[in-house]
């Protein structure tokens, strides 16, 4: 079977980009002819796939500008959507509104939003954000447009499938692979940061956002020094969050709270040597299956994460949650607990350990890959009505016009 797949690829500073890494040498070894379609060589899929048809086109699409290159395609090609966050509107405005499509963005928020007041899109358009990007996903017309739908949760699958009952979903596991850490990284990350040995580290990473509760944890981990408790932070990924420093400082945790900035793929599991406990907390969020959770559960650290309703099934031996109605005191008792027990660490990363052997490894991702591409590619692509023109032109009707006049 020959796929085309679009997908950022590393060095890419994306996790779907890490994600598509470890799964594509398994799937290349099941059958699969695979393509890759970055967006570099995208501009090669239409002459290819006229002059030998494939199979499948599978987009990974995620809420970042990493996908925009994608949208060319998704509804010209239909195929399978693997739908990393099952809102995609920050990225989908920021792409139109930088490109001055005013129009074509209403149009888009109207189709996929027709309960909402045509107001509703000024919003984004008056150049606000917040809040209401994650009230309306703008997922409708990609969703309605796939051969089939894939995410990564079964209650947002289960959630996707009641809103829209045409709708072809199901789930596929986030996997990773085994990562390997790097002869005695654990000391020479800590001497780099001067943390001392007995010190507990406590570590957020991927890209830094205020999604991520950063400034949360901030607070927690200068309410544990008062208290007299010998932690530190490792803020590990590009950080998006402005004055980050200065919240920091403003606490007193400017030689406890450590921010690395971009550290490449092969070496998260190095950074996660050097820690004691990895925060993987979001809100607001889309539903999405948080990457650098999985990735600690690999290696084997006790984790804490936001209750939200795609979390509430983890079991509290593998990760503590976190009350969004009372976050602060949640998180302290949390991070506390944690910080005064080290047995307590230790075994929940065993039990993290072994969660992810059964749920998240990248083998089990590819298992469900191979059953929902066989899937999708058996069905045929619908025609949903109504779509904004935008999105199914071609803009080849100047080029079809000026041959017509050559007599082509």
Not at 125 to 142: C, D, K, N
Not at 269 to 286: F, H, I, N, Q
Request: hydrophobic share 45%.
């Amino acid at each position: 079977m020959r796929i085309a797949w679009f997908s950022p690829l590393p060095p890419a500073h994306t996790g779907v980009a890490r994600y598509s890494a470890d799964v594509l040498p398994l799937l290349d070894a099941a059958d699969l002819a695979i393509d890759r379609v970055e967006a570099h060589n995208a501009h090669d899929f239409v002459w290819k796939h006229r002059q030998n048809p494939y199979d499948l086109v599978v987009y990974q699409l995620g809420n970042a500008r990493w996908h925009d290159y994608m949208w060319g395609y998704l509804f010209r090609y239909p195929g399978l959507v693997v739908l990393h966050d099952p809102g995609v509107h920050h990225a989908r405005a920021a792409l139109l509104l930088s490109q001055h499509r005013v129009d074509d963005y209403r149009q888009e928020f109207a189709y996929n939003h027709p309960d909402a007041a045509p107001a509703a899109a000024e919003h984004a358009v008056e150049g606000l954000q917040g809040s209401a990007f994650y009230r309306w996903p703008m997922t409708r017309a990609v969703i309605e447009s796939a051969r089939l739908v894939a995410v990564h949760d079964e209650f947002v699958a289960a959630t996707l499938r009641a809103q829209y009952g045409s709708a072809r979903m199901e789930r596929i596991h986030f996997g990773t692979a085994e990562r390997r850490i790097s002869p005695g990284a654990r000391d020479a990350i800590r001497r780099r940061y001067e943390i001392p040995e007995d010190a507990v580290v406590f570590m957020a990473f991927g890209l830094v956002t205020a999604e991520k509760r950063i400034e949360p944890i901030v607070r927690a981990l200068a309410a544990l020094v008062a208290r007299g408790a010998n932690v530190h932070g490792l803020i590990v990924g590009d950080n998006t969050i402005r004055g980050l420093g200065d919240v920091i400082g403003a606490q007193g945790l400017s030689a406890r709270v450590h921010l690395t900035g971009y550290v490449d793929d092969d070496r998260i599991a190095d950074y996660l040597s050097a820690a004691d406990v990895s925060l993987s907390l979001r809100w607001p969020t889309t539903g999405e299956t948080s990457g650098s959770w999985v990735e600690s559960l690999s290696a084997g650290k006790a984790t804490i994460v936001t209750s939200l309703p795609h979390t509430v099934g983890i079991p509290q031996s593998v990760a503590l949650s976190i009350d969004l109605l009372d976050e602060d005191a949640s998180l302290l008792d949390a991070m506390s607990a944690l910080a005064s027990n080290r047995a307590r660490r230790e075994a929940m990363g065993d039990a993290a350990r072994e969660y992810w052997k059964t749920h998240h490894q990248v083998a089990r991702m590819a298992e469900d890959y191979r059953r929902v591409v066989a899937q999708a590619s058996a069905l045929p692509a619908p025609s949903p009505a109504g779509l904004p023109a935008h999105l199914t032109n071609d803009y080849s009707a100047l080029a079809d016009g000026i041959a017509r006049e050559f007599g082509l």
